[in-house]
């Protein structure tokens, strides 16, 4: 069964240091998401992508934070400059074609400390 | 307010016994629930939904969840609770506006032998 992949499933930083997160989405969804998941807290939303540009982002997807998809497969979170409040499991999760019925796929997570 | 509520933080049930976990959800157009799992360095495992139709939702693993729209709850039921059932559980909730999910704050399960 395909599934969306996360690369690193663990990633430790100092603050101000950038950091990539990878994911790979299932091949033929065209709608990607960031959400993360601070240390007991609920999941958030951060930012949905479709069709190479950002749909929706929440508040917390502020000027540190980018997205791409570079080369038709990986889609990436980057955070130019970390915090120590950076520090969280991130998500990726994609789904085929944005309808509100729809199931999102997420990935296993990517844990991010920044020291 | 809150736009889903787990009102648990905790959920303790014996092996074998029916469990229930609550959630609750701000009414805002026509909502469409989700629940999914977390098991212990994992992702979320999608589990069930609701989009329209029969109120009693079936899904994975054997539970189910039931859509009240009187009472805005969307609880997820097993009739008998299996000690590899023990994990985080998160409703979630998708507008008709926008497509990301709104989760709640997410309620743990533990099943006791």
């Known amino acids: 069964e395909p599934e969306v992949t996360q690369t690193p499933s663990h990633q430790v930083t100092q603050m101000g240091q950038e950091v990539i997160l990878r994911c790979v989405p299932i091949?033929?969804?065209?709608?990607f998401y960031w959400y993360r998941q601070i240390l007991g807290q609920k999941v958030e939303f951060l930012v949905s992508?479709?069709?190479?540009?950002?749909?929706?982002k929440s508040e917390i997807f502020d000027d540190q934070f980018s997205v791409e998809r570079p080369d038709g497969s990986n889609f990436t979170l980057k955070i130019r400059s970390t915090k120590l409040e950076d520090s969280a499991m991130y998500f990726c999760?994609?789904?085929?074609?944005?309808?509100?019925?729809?199931?999102?796929?997420f990935g296993p997570g990517t844990r991010l400390l920044v020291l | 307010a809150q736009s889903v509520a787990q009102p648990e933080d905790q959920v303790n049930v014996a092996e074998g016994n029916p469990l229930t976990v609550k959630c609750t959800y701000s009414?805002?157009?026509?909502?469409?629930l989700f629940w999914y799992v977390q098991y212990p360095n994992r992702g979320l495992q999608f589990l069930l939904k609701?989009?329209?139709?029969?109120?009693l939702v079936k899904g994975s693993y054997g539970f189910e969840a039931e859509f009240n729209k009187s009472q805005t709850s969307f609880h997820l039921k097993k009739p008998s609770a299996l000690v590899s059932d023990s994990a985080l559980y998160f409703c979630?909730?998708?507008?008709?506006?926008?497509?990301?999910?709104?989760f709640g704050g997410g309620t743990r399960l533990m099943v006791k032998p």
């Open positions: 999760a994609s789904f085929v074609s944005g309808g509100f019925g729809e199931t999102q796929y």
């Open positions: 091949s033929n969804h065209l709608y």
């Open positions: 992508f479709y069709n190479n540009e950002i749909s929706e």
């Open positions: 009414v805002s157009g026509n909502p469409y």
């Open positions: 609701y989009i329209t139709g029969d109120n």
């Open positions: 979630a909730k998708r507008e008709n506006a926008g497509n990301m999910l709104t």
